[in-house]
Protein backbone atom coordinates (compact mmCIF):
# COMPACT_ATOMS: atom_id res chain seq x y z
CA UNK A 1 0.00 0.00 0.00
CA UNK A 2 2.97 2.70 0.42
CA UNK A 3 5.36 1.01 -2.32
CA UNK A 4 7.67 0.29 -0.15
CA UNK A 5 10.05 -2.58 -0.80
CA UNK A 6 9.18 -6.34 0.35
CA UNK A 7 13.26 -6.64 1.40
CA UNK A 8 13.78 -5.02 4.93
CA UNK A 9 16.48 -2.82 4.81
CA UNK A 10 17.43 -0.01 7.74
CA UNK A 11 15.31 2.48 6.01
CA UNK A 12 12.22 -0.01 6.66
CA UNK A 13 12.73 -0.69 10.03
CA UNK A 14 14.09 2.67 10.98
CA UNK A 15 10.04 3.80 10.00
CA UNK A 16 8.53 0.82 11.12
CA UNK A 17 10.23 2.15 14.57
CA UNK A 18 9.31 5.36 14.27
CA UNK A 19 5.37 4.30 14.28
CA UNK A 20 5.22 1.56 16.99
CA UNK A 21 7.33 4.09 19.27
CA UNK A 22 4.48 6.51 18.90
CA UNK A 23 2.11 3.49 19.75
CA UNK A 24 3.91 1.55 22.74
CA UNK A 25 6.42 2.02 24.94
CA UNK A 26 9.45 2.31 22.93
CA UNK A 27 11.53 0.00 25.34
CA UNK A 28 9.10 -2.82 23.79
CA UNK A 29 9.67 -2.10 20.09
CA UNK A 30 13.59 -3.77 20.32
CA UNK A 31 11.35 -6.64 21.05
CA UNK A 32 9.25 -6.32 18.06
CA UNK A 33 12.48 -6.21 16.03
CA UNK A 34 13.83 -9.19 17.62
CA UNK A 35 10.74 -11.03 17.00
CA UNK A 36 10.72 -10.50 13.30
CA UNK A 37 14.03 -10.60 12.51
CA UNK A 38 13.75 -14.60 13.99
CA UNK A 39 10.45 -14.48 11.32
CA UNK A 40 12.24 -13.22 8.54
CA UNK A 41 15.29 -14.46 9.08
CA UNK A 42 14.54 -17.53 7.02
CA UNK A 43 13.23 -15.74 3.80
CA UNK A 44 15.87 -12.49 4.04
CA UNK A 45 19.16 -12.93 5.40
CA UNK A 46 20.00 -9.73 5.72
CA UNK A 47 17.91 -8.49 7.87
CA UNK A 48 19.60 -8.96 10.97
CA UNK A 49 22.36 -6.77 9.19
CA UNK A 50 19.34 -3.99 8.62
CA UNK A 51 18.42 -3.86 12.21
CA UNK A 52 22.26 -3.60 13.25
CA UNK A 53 22.58 -0.72 11.26
CA UNK A 54 22.97 2.87 13.05
CA UNK A 55 20.07 4.18 11.62
CA UNK A 56 18.02 1.65 13.29
CA UNK A 57 19.67 1.51 16.76
CA UNK A 58 19.76 5.90 16.51
CA UNK A 59 15.85 5.85 16.00
CA UNK A 60 15.65 3.40 19.12
CA UNK A 61 18.00 5.55 21.05
CA UNK A 62 16.11 8.67 19.94
CA UNK A 63 12.63 7.74 21.25
CA UNK A 64 13.79 6.02 24.23
CA UNK A 65 15.27 9.40 25.37
CA UNK A 66 11.91 11.12 23.61
CA UNK A 67 8.48 9.20 24.32
CA UNK A 68 9.96 6.41 27.41
CA UNK A 69 8.36 6.95 30.45
CA UNK A 70 9.91 6.34 33.75
CA UNK A 71 10.55 2.29 34.87
CA UNK A 72 8.02 2.05 38.00
CA UNK A 73 9.68 -0.79 40.53
CA UNK A 74 7.72 -2.17 43.40
CA UNK A 75 8.79 -1.57 46.74
CA UNK A 76 10.79 -4.54 48.17
CA UNK A 77 9.70 -5.80 51.68
CA UNK A 78 11.31 -5.36 54.69
CA UNK A 79 11.11 -7.13 58.13
CA UNK A 80 8.97 -4.38 59.76
CA UNK A 81 6.26 -5.33 56.61
CA UNK A 82 6.60 -8.69 57.59
CA UNK A 83 5.51 -8.07 61.12
CA UNK A 84 2.96 -5.37 60.26
CA UNK A 85 1.25 -8.15 58.22
CA UNK A 86 1.00 -11.03 60.93
CA UNK A 87 -0.11 -8.12 63.06
CA UNK A 88 -3.27 -8.00 60.54
CA UNK A 89 -4.16 -11.52 59.89
CA UNK A 90 -5.91 -13.88 62.29
CA UNK A 91 -5.54 -17.66 63.39
CA UNK A 92 -7.84 -18.60 60.62
CA UNK A 93 -6.23 -21.07 58.25
CA UNK A 94 -6.33 -19.16 55.13
CA UNK A 95 -4.34 -16.61 57.05
CA UNK A 96 -1.95 -19.18 57.83
CA UNK A 97 -1.30 -20.21 55.00
CA UNK A 98 -1.20 -16.63 53.49
CA UNK A 99 1.71 -15.78 56.15
CA UNK A 100 3.52 -19.00 55.86
CA UNK A 101 3.95 -18.62 51.98
CA UNK A 102 4.57 -15.01 53.06
CA UNK A 103 7.24 -15.57 55.01
CA UNK A 104 9.18 -18.67 52.78
CA UNK A 105 9.00 -16.27 49.74
CA UNK A 106 10.90 -13.97 51.75
CA UNK A 107 13.54 -15.97 53.43
CA UNK A 108 13.90 -18.26 50.37
CA UNK A 109 14.34 -15.51 47.56
CA UNK A 110 11.07 -17.46 45.86
CA UNK A 111 8.65 -15.82 42.96
CA UNK A 112 5.60 -15.84 43.47
CA UNK A 113 4.89 -18.03 40.98
CA UNK A 114 6.65 -20.55 42.43
CA UNK A 115 4.21 -20.59 45.38
CA UNK A 116 1.33 -20.07 43.63
CA UNK A 117 -0.77 -21.08 40.70
CA UNK A 118 -1.19 -18.78 37.90
CA UNK A 119 -4.69 -17.47 37.50
CA UNK A 120 -5.23 -18.93 33.83
CA UNK A 121 -6.30 -22.32 34.26
CA UNK A 122 -4.77 -23.25 31.26
CA UNK A 123 -1.26 -22.65 32.91
CA UNK A 124 -1.56 -24.88 35.94
CA UNK A 125 0.43 -27.93 35.55
CA UNK A 126 0.38 -30.64 38.73
CA UNK A 127 4.09 -30.87 37.35
CA UNK A 128 5.37 -27.06 39.35
CA UNK A 129 3.15 -28.43 42.59
CA UNK A 130 5.15 -28.40 45.62
CA UNK A 131 4.10 -32.18 47.68
CA UNK A 132 3.60 -32.39 51.04
CA UNK A 133 5.58 -35.83 51.28
CA UNK A 134 9.03 -33.43 50.05
CA UNK A 135 8.66 -31.73 53.53
CA UNK A 136 10.89 -32.39 56.41
CA UNK A 137 11.00 -30.23 59.19
CA UNK A 138 13.71 -30.20 62.22
CA UNK A 139 14.14 -28.21 65.18
CA UNK A 140 16.17 -25.65 63.54
CA UNK A 141 14.84 -25.50 59.71
CA UNK A 142 12.33 -27.01 57.72
CA UNK A 143 13.12 -27.94 53.70
CA UNK A 144 11.21 -28.98 50.83
CA UNK A 145 11.60 -29.75 47.08
CA UNK A 146 10.25 -27.47 44.61
CA UNK A 147 10.33 -29.80 41.89
CA UNK A 148 10.18 -26.88 39.01
CA UNK A 149 10.41 -23.24 38.44
CA UNK A 150 11.89 -20.85 35.89
CA UNK A 151 15.41 -21.15 36.08
CA UNK A 152 15.56 -25.08 36.38
CA UNK A 153 16.22 -25.51 32.89
CA UNK A 154 16.74 -29.67 33.57
CA UNK A 155 13.71 -30.33 35.46
CA UNK A 156 15.88 -31.60 38.34
CA UNK A 157 13.92 -28.88 41.02
CA UNK A 158 15.54 -27.58 43.76
CA UNK A 159 15.39 -28.34 47.76
CA UNK A 160 14.38 -24.77 49.44
CA UNK A 161 16.21 -24.51 53.03
CA UNK A 162 15.04 -22.03 55.66
CA UNK A 163 16.73 -21.98 58.77
CA UNK A 164 14.52 -20.71 62.07
CA UNK A 165 15.10 -16.68 62.38
CA UNK A 166 16.78 -15.28 65.72
CA UNK A 167 14.86 -12.22 64.61
CA UNK A 168 10.88 -12.18 64.65
CA UNK A 169 9.12 -13.27 62.58
CA UNK A 170 10.44 -16.29 62.59
CA UNK A 171 9.64 -18.13 59.66
CA UNK A 172 9.73 -21.49 61.12
CA UNK A 173 7.27 -21.27 63.58
CA UNK A 174 5.04 -19.58 61.40
CA UNK A 175 5.26 -22.67 59.06
CA UNK A 176 4.81 -25.25 61.52
CA UNK A 177 1.96 -23.99 62.72
CA UNK A 178 0.48 -24.02 59.14
CA UNK A 179 1.59 -27.42 58.49
CA UNK A 180 -0.04 -28.93 61.59
CA UNK A 181 -3.36 -26.94 60.25
CA UNK A 182 -2.89 -28.45 57.20
CA UNK A 183 -2.30 -32.22 58.09
CA UNK A 184 -5.36 -31.66 60.50
CA UNK A 185 -7.57 -30.65 57.84
CA UNK A 186 -6.22 -32.25 54.47
CA UNK A 187 -4.29 -35.25 55.67
CA UNK A 188 -4.62 -37.35 52.38
CA UNK A 189 -4.04 -34.30 50.42
CA UNK A 190 -0.45 -35.02 48.20
CA UNK A 191 -0.55 -31.30 47.68
CA UNK A 192 1.51 -28.84 50.33
CA UNK A 193 -0.10 -25.49 49.78
CA UNK A 194 -3.80 -25.85 50.36
CA UNK A 195 -6.41 -23.66 51.15
CA UNK A 196 -9.26 -23.69 53.16
CA UNK A 197 -11.46 -25.01 50.81
CA UNK A 198 -8.99 -27.27 49.64
CA UNK A 199 -8.14 -25.37 46.17
CA UNK A 200 -4.64 -24.68 45.36
CA UNK A 201 -3.73 -21.44 46.25
CA UNK A 202 -3.89 -19.09 42.69
CA UNK A 203 -2.36 -15.57 42.17
CA UNK A 204 -5.41 -13.70 43.02
CA UNK A 205 -6.03 -15.44 45.94
CA UNK A 206 -2.53 -14.67 47.23
CA UNK A 207 -2.79 -11.21 46.00
CA UNK A 208 -6.29 -10.01 47.27
CA UNK A 209 -4.56 -10.76 50.88
CA UNK A 210 -1.93 -8.54 49.79
CA UNK A 211 -3.94 -5.77 48.88
CA UNK A 212 -5.95 -6.11 52.22
CA UNK A 213 -2.49 -5.18 53.94
CA UNK A 214 -0.30 -3.29 51.75
CA UNK A 215 -0.82 -0.38 49.52
CA UNK A 216 -0.09 -0.82 45.34
CA UNK A 217 3.92 -0.16 45.70
CA UNK A 218 3.83 -3.78 47.33
CA UNK A 219 3.63 -6.69 44.72
CA UNK A 220 4.53 -10.28 44.72
CA UNK A 221 8.00 -9.76 43.64
CA UNK A 222 8.71 -7.78 47.00
CA UNK A 223 9.02 -10.89 48.32
CA UNK A 224 11.66 -11.67 46.42
CA UNK A 225 13.50 -8.66 46.48
CA UNK A 226 12.84 -8.21 50.11
CA UNK A 227 14.81 -11.33 50.64
CA UNK A 228 17.49 -10.56 48.69
CA UNK A 229 17.93 -6.70 50.24
CA UNK A 230 17.53 -8.21 53.76
CA UNK A 231 20.62 -11.19 53.16
CA UNK A 232 23.08 -8.34 51.56
CA UNK A 233 22.30 -5.70 54.13
CA UNK A 234 23.30 -8.62 56.91
CA UNK A 235 26.38 -9.42 54.97
CA UNK A 236 25.51 -11.98 52.83
CA UNK A 237 28.22 -12.92 50.21
CA UNK A 238 26.54 -12.18 46.64
CA UNK A 239 27.17 -15.58 45.50
CA UNK A 240 24.80 -16.76 48.49
CA UNK A 241 22.34 -14.51 47.63
CA UNK A 242 22.10 -15.52 43.96
Not at 69 to 84: E, F, M, Q, Y
Not at 117 to 145: F, G, H
Not at 220 to 226: E, F
Request: hydrophobic residues 45%; contains cysteine.
Amino acid sequence: IHRFPIEPTADTLSLYATFMCHQIEPRSVDSYLSGICSELEPFFPAVRAARAAPLVSRTLRGFKRLRSRPIVRKRALVRDDLARALSCLTTSYDDTLFAAILLTGFHALLRLGELVWPDNAALQSYRKITMRASVKVTASAYEYLLPAHKADRFFEGNHVLIKRSAVAPDPLSIFSTFLTARDSLFPLRAELWLRSSGAVPTRAWFMRKLRSIFPRDIAGHSMRAGGATSLAAAGAPPATIQ
